[in-house]
Structures are given as C-alpha cells and as structure tokens.
C-alpha cells in the first residue's frame, strides 16, 4: 500500500516538472503597441491666400424736397474679383473627437466697381455720370465647430465680417450748367460670414487647409452730395437742390488656402 502510494506521487511529481517545462517554453503573447492620437487642443497662427468674388447691388436715391418727390434708380447687380492675402489666428480645444474654436482674419484685398450710366437716366442722375466702389481690406471674427478623424478635421464656421468701402461719383448734373459734382465717402460694412474646411496635420506643429466662405453684408448708405433734383418754373426758373445717396449692398464668396502653426499639446498616447 505504502509502495504504491510513493509511485503515485513520483508519477505526479514527474507530470508537474514536464508540465511547467512545456509551460515555460510557450511563447508569451506581446501588449499591444499604444498608437499616438493627434490633439487639435491648442493655439495657432497662420498665413491664407485665395481668391474672391464680389457681388454689388446698388440704388441711386435723391431726397424729397418741398412739392418735388424722392427719386431712385436702380443700377441692377454688378460683379467684381480680387485676389485676398493675409493670416489668421485662433484657439481650439477637443474633447473625443469634436473640436471646439475660436479664430480671428484680416487679409488685404483690391477690389474696384465702375459703373458709368447708360440708357434712360432718371433725374439728376444723367448718361455719362461715374460711380466707382473700391475695397482693400476685410476681417472677421468666428467660431468654429469640427470633427476630428486623427489628423484631419473638418469643419464649419460662422461669425462676423467687416470691410471698409470707398465710394466715388462724378455727376454730370441734368439741370443748369454748374460743373460736374465730384462726391467721396468711405464706410467700414458689417456683415455676417458663414463656411466650411478641412485641414490636415502635416507635422505635430504644422497644419494645411481649404477654406471657404460666404459673406453678405448690410445695405450701406453713401453720401453722394448735393445736387439739382427740380425746377420750379415761375416769373424765373428756381434749380432746387436736394441730397442724393447710394445705397449699396454687398456679398462675396472666397476660397482661401491656409497654412498654421500650431502651439500646445500635439498628441496623445491611445489606450490599450
């Protein structure tokens, strides 16, 4: 009894040590590798150039004056184009994979407008009179909300936009034979911006992106002078004067590339 005891338990001994061998040369399963996910937490400043196209609807309006009614003319919708250049600044902060932002432009422009009346003139406002438009600089001021896949995220962004106007006319007056009447104004125009993007992560640091915007401003009254509106025709004929405006209303769409550096934690490890 006791003999068959002591070789069932060298038996199981013997088993054990084979076991634990065979266990020790098994290979040991490698952890997974944690994957670098980029952050767009941070702050940047960047350079953009694109190009624009300007969309310009106007009216020439003169005052009511004594028996003599307010007269207007509308000039119909012109178009203009112009190259944009300049840079930009902002801030973002993700949490998951949305991103949440702020961003600030100014870019320099050179847009110019020439409209010469042609055809049935009304009032004062004669055939061969000038009206020009011409712009230099825009900005705006936005938020921005994206989603992030890594290093790419895409976005959309809306805010506010200005823009400084300069009016200028050369009026042949309808009445009388005083000379031309010249008329300068400048105005800032605030408006509302809306649009879309993408931008990629080249580096940790270095970003490229497309831009683009639609931006639609507030009808803008310019001063154009004062002019002769009427005659009253009695024991002698009176020219009555009157002031005349331009009301203009602007919009534009542009497309912009944009280069930013990025300033602020660049990635984060994954989890397993």
Partial sequence: MIRNLGWALAAAASLAGIGAASAADMAVKARPIAVPVYSWTGCYIGLSAGAKGVGIRETLRTEAVGALPATFLDTGRREAETWIAGGQAGCNYQTGNWVFGIEGDAHAQNWGDSNWLAGAPLGPFTNGSYFDLHSSWQ??????????????????????????????????????????????????????????????????NFTLGLEGRYTWYQSQRFN????????????????????????VQIQTGEIMAKANWKFGPSAVVAKY
Avoid: C, K
């Fill in 224 to 247: 154009i002078g004062v002019v002769p509106v009427g005659q009253i025709v009695g024991a002698a004929v009176v020219i009555v004067n009157g002031n005349a405006y331009r009301d």
């Fill in 139 to 204: 900005a705006s001021a936005r938020g921005r909300l994206g989603y992030a896949m890594n290093r790419t995220l895409f976005y959309g962004t809306a805010g506010a936009a200005w823009t400084e106007v300069r009016s200028y006319v050369n009026l042949i007056p309808a009445l009388g034979n005083g000379p031309n009447i010249l008329g300068y104004d400048a105005r800032t125009l605030t408006g509302v911006t809306v649009g879309a993007g993408v931008e990629h992560a080249v580096t940790d």
